[in-house]
Structures are given as C-alpha cells and as structure tokens.
C-alpha cells in the first residue's frame, strides 16, 4: 500500500510528496496559473483535476505505443503516483503550427504550418527566465549526454507523431506544445511532467479557437470553460 509522506517540492501548478517507496513520488495538481515565469499570477478552478486525468490519459496511450512515462497509477482526481526522476533540465518545446514565441521571433503570423516539425530547447532556470540552447549548449554545459539527447530528440517527435493524430480525431488541432524529460535511477530517459491545456497549444480544428492556458496568459475569459472543453473531449 502506497503511504504519502512529507512533501518533497512544491512548483508553480504542482506538488510533489515522497512515499513509503524510495522510487515513487506522488504529484498533485493545484489550481494555480502562472505566465511569464511567474510574473502574472491566478486561479483557473479545475485546473488541477483536467490537467492530472488528461495527463495521465495521454501518458497511458503513449506507453501502449511504446514510449516509456513516469506514469504509474492515478490515485484520485488530482493526485498521481509516478517513477521518482531527475529531470533533464530542458524544456522541449515540438511546434507544428507557428504561434506565441516563435510567431514574435521569426516574424511567422500565428496559424502558419510549419513545413517540417520545429524542435526547439530551453534550459529550465528561472533565474535566467529558462533560455533558449541548442544541443551545442545543451552537450557543452552537459545537460544531459549526446546519447540522452538522441533519445530525447527521437522521443519527441514520435510523440509529437502519435498526438497530432489522437487530437485529429477528436477534432483539436495540436499547434505546439512543451515536454520534460527525466532519468529513472537505472539512468533510464522516460517521459516526465505532463501534458495537458497549460502545456499545449490546442486550437478547434474548425473554428480554430483557442483551447488552452493562451486564454488566461492573453486574458481572452473563458478559461475554464476551455479546459472543460478538452477534458470531455479527451475523457468523454
Ligand atoms: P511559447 O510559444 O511561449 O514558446 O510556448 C511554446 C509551447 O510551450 C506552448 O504550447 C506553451 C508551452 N510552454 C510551457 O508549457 N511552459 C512555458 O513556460 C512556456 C514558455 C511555454
Ligand atoms: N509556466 C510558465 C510560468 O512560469 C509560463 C507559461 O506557461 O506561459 O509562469
């Protein structure tokens, strides 16, 4: 029986506890927001409970096609047990459509299809505001190995593959989104963190309005209603 102990960290939108098991931790799901590294800050109500079960759904589809996740088993609406990791300081961001940073950078309107998958890194610091490396950086400052890397790199888009197809059928349009990726304590590189409406770009394939966090970070309203929407989407 899994025994919650004293709380290991606490992050902007999570919780993560030790349990009696040295290689499980438990997360759980708040309701808070964030945007611009924390700068703005508020509530989305039932955030926490959309976040964990739509993560958890796509995490358990994701291993069925052969991509290893923390995820080891839902504990109740906001609380799941995962493989304790160490994060890969990086955030992988996988971009089809351009929008948000890319769109300012690049000069891209937002809603241009990207011509072949972007790939792009973050080096998770908020001090520095998480910038932008590539695998130069990220092998030179040894944020992880040139293998892990690989691995990384071939993981996110086999996921990015599989996701486009699932949001697809249920007519969302997956414009970008981001990834963590951590060690298992057998040096195992597994998908971490989780994918939900704070971590994705999803826009109605038909109307193409926007179903996620971009709604409270652009202060659009209808936030929860749009995280509502894509959890009956994905969990009927
Ligand atoms: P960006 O366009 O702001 O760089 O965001 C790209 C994707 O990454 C988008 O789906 C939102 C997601 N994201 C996070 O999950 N966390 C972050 O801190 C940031 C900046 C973006
Ligand atoms: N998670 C980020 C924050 O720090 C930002 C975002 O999702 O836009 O506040």
Same mark, same amino acid.
């Given at each position: 029986?899994?025994? *919650?102990?004293?709380?290991?960290?606490?992050?902007?939108?999570?919780?993560?506890?030790? &349990?009696?098991?040295?290689?499980?931790?438990?997360?759980?799901?708040? @309701? @808070?927001?964030?945007?611009?590294?924390?700068?703005?800050?508020?509530?989305?109500?039932? *955030?926490?409970?959309?976040?964990?079960?739509?993560?958890? !759904?796509?995490?358990?589809?994701?291993?069925?096609?052969?991509?290893?996740?923390? !995820?080891?088993?839902?504990?109740?609406?906001?609380?799941?047990?995962?493989?304790? /990791?160490?994060? /890969?300081?990086? =955030?992988?961001?996988?971009?089809?459509?351009? #929008?948000?940073?890319?769109?300012?950078?690049?000069?891209?309107?937002?809603?241009?299809? %990207?011509?072949?998958? /972007?790939? =792009?890194?973050? !080096?998770?610091?908020?001090?520095?505001?998480?910038?932008?490396?590539?695998?130069?950086?990220?092998?030179? %400052?040894?944020?992880?190995?040139?293998? =892990?890397? *690989?691995?990384?790199?071939?993981?996110?888009?086999?996921?990015? #593959?599989?996701?486009?197809?699932?949001?697809?059928?249920?007519?969302?349009?997956?414009?970008?989104?981001?990834?963590?990726?951590?060690?298992?304590?057998?040096?195992?590189?597994?998908?971490?963190?989780?994918?939900?409406? @704070?971590?994705?770009?999803?826009?109605?394939?038909? &109307?193409?309005?926007?179903?996620?966090?971009?709604?409270?970070?652009?202060? %659009?309203?209808?936030?929860?209603?749009?995280?509502?929407?894509? %959890?009956?989407?994905?969990?009927?």
């Amino acid at each position: 029986m899994l025994e *919650k102990k004293e709380q290991l960290y606490e992050g902007k939108a999570k919780k993560v506890f030790a &349990t009696n098991d040295p290689e499980i931790v438990i997360v759980s799901y708040k @309701d @808070d927001a964030t945007a611009f590294n924390g700068v703005k800050k508020g509530t989305i109500v039932g *955030k926490g409970v959309v976040n964990n079960r739509m993560s958890n !759904y796509l995490m358990e589809k994701l291993e069925k096609e052969g991509i290893p996740t923390h !995820y080891v088993k839902e504990l109740n609406e906001r609380e799941t047990a995962v493989k304790k /990791v160490s994060i /890969v300081p990086l =955030e992988v961001i996988v971009r089809n459509i351009a #929008a948000g940073s890319l769109s300012k950078r690049l000069g891209l309107p937002e809603g241009t299809p %990207m011509k072949r998958t /972007v790939l =792009e890194y973050c !080096y998770k610091c908020d001090a520095l505001d998480d910038p932008m490396v590539n695998e130069y950086h990220i092998l030179a %400052m040894e944020y992880c190995t040139e293998q =892990e890397l *690989k691995t990384i790199a071939d993981m996110a888009l086999k996921i990015n #593959a599989y996701l486009v197809k699932y949001f697809a059928s249920i007519n969302v349009e997956l414009v970008d989104f981001k990834l963590e990726f951590g060690k298992t304590t057998d040096g195992k590189i597994v998908l971490a963190d989780e994918i939900s409406p @704070d971590t994705c770009r999803f826009w109605d394939a038909t &109307t193409h309005e926007k179903l996620d966090k971009d709604r409270f970070r652009r202060d %659009m309203g209808g936030v929860e209603d749009a995280y509502k929407e894509m %959890m009956k989407r994905v969990l009927g």
